[in-house]
């Protein structure tokens, strides 16, 4: 992200945090609408938080970390999750999710570096029947193989 880019979002930041101050339990739904935001936590709208807010740094690095929906580095345009649960990892889930390594050369949890996708390992999808399953962004792809996974990426190049 350029300069003007992150002053702007930081400046979007201050109208977000106006609109929860004093406010009890402020705190998650300024996360949320940051993350949003940022696509991410960036540790300066952490620090703009915790000062707005009164809030330690502590306390907000922690809620951020403990909650899997949060992340303190940038994502991907969009983020491929891929079970590994008991029913898709008897199937091979683990193939694919190695196709899917190798075709983004990115590292499970990593960014690829164009910032098109972010690549993880998720449990349970509750689409069991359709073992091994990958979702990317809201749709989902079952009875996968690893050859299916250049076309799958086609359409989201």
Do not use: W
Request: glycine share 10%.
């Amino acid at each position: 992200m350029n300069e003007l880019g992150m002053r702007e979002k930081m400046k979007k930041l201050d109208e977000i945090i106006a609109n929860h101050k004093g406010q009890q339990g402020s705190l998650m739904p300024v996360l949320h609408e940051t993350q949003e935001l940022f696509g991410y936590l960036p540790e300066e709208a952490q620090k703009k938080i915790s000062m707005e807010l009164n809030i330690p740094l502590a306390e907000i690095y922690g809620v951020a970390t403990f909650y899997s929906r949060f992340t303190l580095k940038p994502r991907g345009e969009y983020t491929i999750g891929v079970c590994l649960g008991t029913a898709c990892y008897v199937k091979n889930a683990q193939l694919v999710f190695e196709r899917l390594q190798k075709e983004l050369n990115v590292e499970p949890g990593g960014t690829t570096e164009d910032g098109k996708f972010t690549l993880e390992a998720t449990r349970c999808l509750g689409c069991c029947g359709l073992a091994p399953v990958m979702m990317i962004g809201e749709d989902v792809y079952g009875k996968l193989v690893p050859d299916d996974i250049p076309d799958i990426l086609k359409k989201y190049r």
